[in-house]
Structure formats: C-alpha cells, structure tokens
C-alpha cells in the first residue's frame, strides 16, 4: 500500500511532471478516484497519474489552481487568481473533465 | 555618519519649527501675497530634508528643471517635482497628467471591487472558500469576449453558462452571439438577446438546423420573417421559449403552431403585449395536441377564452399562467378540473378578483384534481382563505411537494390592514401549519413572504429545533412581521440543510448567530451589512461534519 504518500505525482500529456500535495490533487474527483485505493489502480500504486488530454502549461494552472482552493477553503472574499485569458478555453474543458472542486457552477 | 544623524536631525527639527513660526508670522502679514505664491508649501510642509535644499526660487527667477535639466523661467504656476524642485512647464503637464490617471485607476477599481463583492453576496455566490475553476474561466472569457475566435467542442452544461455569464456581462453581440452556434447542437439559449437583430435571429436556424430547443429573452427584434426562417429550417424544434418577441404577428404565431403541430412539446411565451390573442392560444391548443409544459405570463390580450382553450391540452405537465385580465374563477376551476390530474407543476400568479367575497373553490379544486404536483405557486389572491388552504393541504392524496410558493396571499386594504375580522385571508397560522405537516419531509424551498397572518406561535412551534425538515434549502419569510431571532434560530437547527433564509422587513430579528454555510439576507436590524455569511460552526453541524468526514470528503463550502 503506498496510498499515504504525501505527495503525488501528476503527468501531463506531454511529459511534464507536477509532484503535489495529495491533499490538493484529491479536490479533483477525478484524480481522488484514480487514487483510491479500493478501485486498486495502477496509480494508486505509483501516486502517479497521467492526463494525457492535458498539456504541461494547462496542467500548471491547474496545480496552482488546486493550491489557490485548498488554501483559500476556509477564508471569506476570495481574491480571484490571475488566469490568463487565452489560457481559459482550455482550462475550462480540463475542469469539467477533473471535476470536484474545480467544476459546477456557482 | 548613521549615529551623527540623530543629532543633526534634532538640530534640523528645532530649526525647522523655528521656521514654521516665522513662516506663520509671514503668512499672516502678507495673506495676499501667499496667494500667488501658490504651490509654494515650504511653510506649511514639516519636511526636513526640505531644508537641504536651496531656497525656492520665486516666480520670473530662472531655474534648472528637476527632471529634464532644461533652464526655464518660474511661474506662479510651476508645478513641484517629485523631490522637492521646481519643473519646467512640459514636465509640470506630465506629472500632473500622470497623477489624474493614477488616481483614476486605483480608485474605480476599488469600488468595482467591492460592488462587485456585494452583488455576489446577495447572488448567494460567494459564501466562503475559493471559487470554482470553471466559474472562474468563464468569466475571464465573458471579459474577454471580443477575442474568442471559437469555443471548439464544449459540453452542452458549460456552453449554457458561457451564455448566461455573456448575457450578465452585457457581452452577447452580434459577433460574440456567433459562437454559440455550433452545427452539431441541440438547443440554443441566449438569455439577453436585446443587442441581436433581426438578421442574426436567422443564423441560429442557418448554422444549426438540427435544433431543437430554442430559448430567447429579450429577442425585441424577432420578427415575422424569423419565424418564417424558423418554419422552413429547423424541422426539429419541439421547445420553444420567447421572452418579449412583440414583433412577431398573430398569423405568424398561428402558422409556427400549424408546421410544429404535435412535435412541439414546450412553449413558453412572456411579455408580450402587441399581439398573442385569445385565438392565438386557441389556435396552439388545436394544432399541438402534445404540448407538455406551458407557460404564458404577462400576455396582454390572453383572458377567459385562452383558458378554457388551455383546458383541453391532456397532456400537460407543466403549467405556468399569469395573466394581466380578470379571469372568473369558475373558469379557473374548470381548467384544473380538466388538465389537474397529469400536473406536476402548477403555477397561478397573480389571479385577483375585484369582487372580494372569500371562497376556496379553486384550492377545492387543486385539492380533488390534483394528486401529482412536485411544484407548487398561487400567489397574490386575495380571495382564499386560511381555511381554503387547511383544507387543501389536509388528507391530501398529492405526495409531498417540493417547492411550494404561497407569497403575497392576503386581503389588501389599506384602510383595514389587519384584514377582515371573521375570517382571515391568505395562508395563516393553521394554513402554515398544514403546509408544513403535509409536505415538511421533502420541502426543498418555500416562500412565505407577506404571509402576514401566521403567529409567532406557529413559526415557534413548526421551527422548534426538534422537529426536522430535511430537505429544506431555502425559506423566504420576508415581511412576515412576527418572525423575530428565536425564529430565525429555531429554522438553523430544524432544517439541517438550509442554505439560505430570506428576511426582508422582519425588524424582530436583531443579534442573531448565523452557522456557517448558510447565509441571512435582508434581517434590517440584525446588524450594519444587509447579508450576514455563518461563521459559527454550532454544535448541530459538529455531528454532520464528523458524518462526512468519516465519508472522506471535506466539508464543501455551500455555493448559492
């Protein structure tokens, strides 16, 4: 079992590696459930998961992105992160697909 | 040099007071003189390094400009550099303009910023924790509207709110509006078509033929040549939703129901007072046999015959009516005598009758025909009883409802504000009562809003803190003048699932402790802000935040 690992390991399509926190990666259901170890995955035994639809630079803001969240969860007025705009489509369609916190509207 | 400075700055402070008093003597003995002086401030200014500095030249003196060095002659007029210098008059304009502008951006971007926040606090939007990415995107994008080329393939929920956002933001134009016509959609829905003209209308059938949910709010400019277009291009259209299209003739009406006929199985029509008649209604009843839901608010010309017409669609589910003409109540009864039973939504707004006689006989009716409904709004009559409203929700066949909206039943009179004394009109204290005994266990969301006749007694006993109400979301007690703290604490602790209560005009609810995740809006005297977010987490959600921890997820902070 290496599920309690601190740190897991989030690969884009295009190679690059992102190592963060477990807790921030798991706000995504996606990534929580391809951890989990009752569904026994190979991820859950490396910590690493490959989005392979998700390019390096889409896959960065999303881990800044994971960190903005988990930091800001309990606090109140929010400031809005800085996501550059041609960046958002993209980011959008990423989103909806790791679900969780990032996804649903307000 | 760093421990000589203290002395030499005593020796220059008591210099520069020295200074000041002479200058204040100045001052008073030569006021006009000062005046043309100006911008000159080295005796009212405590800055000591202002005392390094050589003597300020007065005006018609030359000197040497702090920033560009070029020699110009000194004005009344010469503005101040930055560290304490004269400058020459290009330079003078510069910083000044640079100033204003400085000024200008920081200051409208901090009242942005807050009014932003507030309306999205009365939204119900930001509660506490980070917002959404998706949320967040699409913003950015509605800001950024004018540079969007194409949206590529997006799912069908996140092109619905791109269109909202873009709707809020004032961003749907012609060109921006493009984007959200993609061939291989199904349903277009512009909620702020206000800016799009009649051509535009015609790209939505020309790029997406296959459509068929149309939904457009404020198409001012849809027209009987659209309709047209609509007929002969989008063969698949089966649910129709336009909000203020007064352009748009009887006879073209007329003729969409004909080519629609059977497939059409929503329609829904609001604000529309040039044409829609009462043939034009009964026109759709003949020609779309099918209909499912239906919805016709504020269509000037639609009485009587529209509702005896609306009575013979059996298959109907859905059904939303406001009209602005009086309609006999015994019509009304007629109608959910006939279309009642398959309801699952009834909605009768604003029905009120001159003649004030009290009588329940459509509440009676709703009572016997109507054994499915999952939504629930009568609102504004003023001739129903509280009894009317026991005797509908008592031994009711009809499950529980899920929204009920009963607001602004009451006898209005201003000379007799407390209503008729032998009976009460509207929902009371016994009406309250029987609502919530008949559907509390899977009431989502009611409005009870100028609802003036329930007693603090009842909202004490159905509110207790005992009793639990499970589903309950939201509960809008505007204007109900009774409702005061214990109230508003008794709704915390009874419905575990509130997200929102509503209190406008409730001026008994003061100092009262808001939980977390549930926001308070409009308690007038509870304290300075209008909204109040929980913060507290009270020892009754201690219980459910162990319960979902256990499940392994956080606790998500409530989104509106």
Same mark, same amino acid.
């Given at each position: 079992?290496?599920? *309690?690992t601190?740190? $897991?390991? @989030?690969?884009?399509?295009?190679? =690059?590696?992102?190592?963060?926190?477990?807790? #921030?990666?798991?706000?995504?259901?996606?990534?929580?459930?391809?951890?989990?170890?009752?569904?026994?995955?190979?991820?859950?035994?490396?910590?690493r998961?490959?989005?392979? *639809?998700?390019?390096? $630079?889409? @896959?960065?803001?999303?881990?800044? =992105?994971?960190?903005?969240?988990?930091?800001? #969860?309990?606090?109140k007025?929010?400031?809005?992160?800085d996501?550059?705009?041609?960046?958002?489509?993209?980011?959008?369609?990423?989103?909806?697909?790791?679900?969780?916190?990032?996804?649903?509207?307000? | 040099?760093?421990?000589?400075?203290p002395?030499?700055?005593?020796?220059?402070?008591?210099?520069?007071?020295?200074?000041?008093?002479?200058?204040?003597?100045?001052?008073?003995?030569?006021?006009?003189?000062?005046?043309?002086?100006?911008?000159?401030d080295?005796?009212?200014?405590?800055?000591?390094?202002d005392?390094?500095?050589?003597?300020?030249?007065?005006p018609?003196?030359?000197?040497?400009?702090?920033?560009?060095?070029?020699?110009?002659?000194?004005?009344?007029?010469?503005?101040?550099?930055?560290?304490?210098?004269?400058?020459?008059?290009?330079?003078?304009?510069?910083?000044?303009?640079?100033a204003?502008?400085?000024?200008?951006?920081?200051?409208?971007?901090?009242?942005?910023?807050?009014?932003?926040?507030?309306?999205?606090?009365?939204?119900?939007?930001?509660?506490?924790?980070?917002?959404?990415?998706?949320?967040?995107?699409?913003?950015?994008?509605?800001?950024h509207?004018?540079?969007?080329?194409?949206?590529?393939?997006?799912?069908?929920?996140?092109?619905?709110?791109?269109?909202?956002?873009?709707?809020?933001?004032?961003?749907?134009?012609?060109?921006?509006?493009?984007?959200?016509?993609?061939?291989?959609?199904e349903?277009?829905?512009?909620?702020?078509?206000?800016?799009?003209?009649?051509?535009?209308?015609?790209?939505?059938?020309?790029?997406?033929?296959?459509?068929?949910k149309?939904?457009l709010?404020?198409?001012?400019?849809?027209?009987d040549?659209?309709?047209?277009?609509?007929?002969?291009?989008?063969?698949?259209?089966?649910?129709?939703?336009?909000?203020?299209?007064?352009?748009v003739?009887?006879?073209?009406?007329?003729?969409?129901?004909?080519?629609?006929?059977?497939?059409?199985?929503?329609?829904?029509?609001?604000?529309?007072?040039?044409?829609?008649?009462?043939?034009?209604?009964?026109?759709?009843v003949?020609?779309?046999?099918?209909?499912?839901?239906?919805?016709?608010?504020?269509?000037k010309?639609?009485?009587?015959?529209?509702?005896?017409?609306?009575?013979?669609?059996?298959?109907?589910?859905?059904?939303?009516?406001?009209f602005?003409?009086?309609?006999?109540?015994?019509?009304?009864?007629?109608?959910?005598?006939?279309?009642?039973?398959?309801?699952?939504?009834?909605?009768?707004?604003?029905?009120?009758?001159?003649?004030?006689?009290?009588?329940?006989?459509?509440?009676?009716?709703?009572?016997?025909?109507?054994?499915?409904?999952?939504?629930?709004?009568?609102?504004?009559?003023?001739?129903?009883?509280?009894?009317?409203?026991?005797?509908?929700?008592?031994?009711?066949?009809?499950p529980?409802?899920?929204?009920?909206?009963v607001?602004?039943?009451?006898?209005?009179?201003?000379?007799?504000?407390?209503?008729?004394?032998?009976?009460?009109?509207?929902?009371g204290?016994?009406?309250?009562?029987?609502?919530?005994?008949?559907?509390?266990?899977?009431?989502?969301?009611?409005?009870?809003?100028?609802?003036?006749?329930?007693?603090?007694?009842t909202f004490?006993?159905?509110?207790?803190?005992?009793?639990?109400?499970?589903?309950l979301?939201?509960?809008?007690?505007?204007?109900?003048?009774?409702?005061?703290?214990?109230?508003?604490?008794?709704?915390?602790?009874?419905?575990?699932?509130?997200?929102?209560?509503i209190?406008?005009?409730?001026?008994?609810?003061?100092?009262?402790?808001?939980?977390?995740?549930?926001?308070?809006?409009?308690?007038?005297?509870?304290?300075?802000?209008?909204?109040?977010?929980?913060?507290?987490?009270?020892?009754?959600?201690?219980?459910?935040?162990?319960?979902?921890?256990?499940?392994?997820g956080?606790?998500?902070?409530?989104?509106?």
């Amino acid at each position: 079992m290496a599920s *309690d690992t601190k740190y $897991v390991t @989030l690969v884009s399509g295009d190679g =690059y590696e992102f190592k963060i926190l477990r807790s #921030a990666a798991c706000l995504s259901k996606t990534i929580k459930n391809s951890l989990d170890p009752t569904y026994g995955f190979r991820e859950n035994e490396e910590n690493r998961v490959v989005l392979k *639809d998700i390019n390096g $630079v889409i @896959l960065e803001k999303i881990c800044e =992105y994971l960190y903005y969240n988990e930091k800001y #969860a309990d606090s109140k007025d929010v400031p809005d992160p800085d996501l550059p705009p041609e960046l958002c489509l993209e980011l959008l369609i990423a989103a909806d697909y790791l679900d969780g916190e990032l996804a649903s509207f307000g | 040099m760093a421990a000589e400075r203290p002395r030499k700055r005593k020796r220059d402070q008591d210099e520069a007071i020295a200074k000041i008093k002479k200058g204040k003597e100045a001052k008073k003995k030569s006021a006009k003189k000062k005046k043309k002086h100006g911008s000159d401030d080295s005796d009212s200014d405590f800055d000591i390094m202002d005392l390094y500095k050589k003597a300020k030249k007065l005006p018609g003196q030359l000197e040497n400009c702090e920033l560009c060095e070029k020699r110009f002659t000194v004005t009344a007029y010469s503005k101040a550099g930055p560290n304490g210098g004269l400058l020459c008059t290009p330079c003078g304009k510069a910083m000044t303009k640079e100033a204003k502008a400085t000024e200008k951006a920081s200051k409208p971007v901090q009242r942005k910023g807050r009014r932003k926040l507030e309306s999205n606090r009365l939204d119900g939007f930001t509660s506490r924790g980070a917002r959404t990415l998706q949320q967040l995107c699409i913003e950015k994008l509605a800001k950024h509207a004018e540079d969007i080329d194409e949206f590529g393939e997006m799912p069908e929920a996140i092109m619905n709110r791109l269109s909202e956002i873009f709707s809020k933001k004032r961003a749907m134009n012609p060109t921006t509006f493009k984007l959200f016509l993609q061939p291989d959609r199904e349903e277009v829905s512009i909620q702020e078509s206000a800016y799009l003209e009649t051509e535009d209308f015609d790209q939505i059938f020309a790029i997406v033929p296959g459509i068929k949910k149309l939904a457009l709010r404020n198409c001012c400019q849809f027209k009987d040549v659209n309709v047209d277009y609509m007929i002969e291009k989008a063969k698949k259209l089966s649910d129709i939703q336009l909000l203020g299209a007064n352009l748009v003739s009887d006879d073209k009406w007329t003729e969409l129901f004909i080519a629609r006929g059977p497939d059409l199985k929503s329609f829904k029509v609001e604000w529309l007072d040039a044409a829609f008649t009462d043939e034009v209604v009964q026109a759709l009843v003949t020609f779309c046999p099918n209909l499912e839901r239906l919805k016709l608010e504020r269509c000037k010309h639609l009485g009587v015959e529209a509702i005896d017409a609306i009575a013979r669609l059996e298959n109907l589910q859905h059904l939303t009516l406001r009209f602005c003409k009086e309609v006999p109540r015994e019509r009304l009864v007629n109608l959910i005598g006939n279309v009642g039973p398959n309801l699952e939504t009834l909605c009768l707004e604003n029905f009120v009758e001159s003649d004030c006689e009290p009588t329940d006989v459509i509440l009676e009716a709703i009572h016997t025909s109507c054994t499915n409904l999952s939504k629930f709004r009568f609102t504004e009559n003023n001739v129903c009883t509280d009894e009317g409203y026991v005797n509908l929700f008592t031994d009711w066949s009809n499950p529980p409802l899920r929204y009920i909206d009963v607001n602004s039943t009451r006898d209005v009179d201003n000379a007799n504000p407390d209503g008729p004394e032998e009976y009460t009109i509207g929902v009371g204290s016994a009406g309250f009562d029987a609502i919530m005994k008949h559907s509390g266990s899977n009431l989502q969301c009611i409005n009870i809003s100028s609802c003036r006749h329930i007693d603090h007694e009842t909202f004490a006993n159905i509110f207790d803190g005992e009793k639990q109400y499970p589903s309950l979301q939201e509960i809008n007690l505007s204007f109900c003048p009774v409702v005061d703290t214990q109230v508003i604490a008794g709704i915390f602790r009874s419905c575990p699932k509130i997200q929102k209560v509503i209190t406008f005009g409730c001026f008994e609810v003061k100092e009262v402790v808001v939980p977390r995740g549930v926001v308070l809006i409009g308690a007038p005297k509870a304290q300075d802000a209008i909204e109040q977010f929980g913060d507290v987490v009270m020892d009754f959600q201690k219980e459910l935040q162990a319960e979902m921890a256990k499940a392994g997820g956080r606790i998500v902070p409530v989104r509106g």
